[in-house]
């Protein structure tokens, strides 16, 4: 049995998390016949993010871009080294 690996979008998707938001993301088709990700942070006090990309990972960094922005979370990152 092999551990659980942890996804990077996981990663990124903690942040607002410990930051106090709910997040989701979903996947759709688009007109053309393309797959996009929409992924959304929200909190109690009726603040929203929605933002779309193209794949799963790009949608949760945009994310978490325009959460940091506007200063909702930190955009420190931490390096783990092997």
Do not use: T, Y
Not at 8 to 35: L, Y
Not at 66 to 77: E, W
């Amino acid at each position: 049995m092999s551990p659980l690996r942890v996804e990077d979008w996981e990663i990124i998707a903690g942040k607002p998390s410990k930051a106090g938001w709910s997040w989701g993301c979903i996947s759709a088709i688009d007109s053309n016949g393309r797959p996009v990700w929409i992924a959304d942070a929200h909190r109690d006090d009726g603040k929203r993010f929605v933002v779309c990309a193209d794949e799963k990972l790009a949608a949760f960094a945009a994310l978490e871009s325009q959460l940091a922005v506007k200063g909702r979370i930190s955009r420190k990152r931490r390096v783990s080294r092997l």
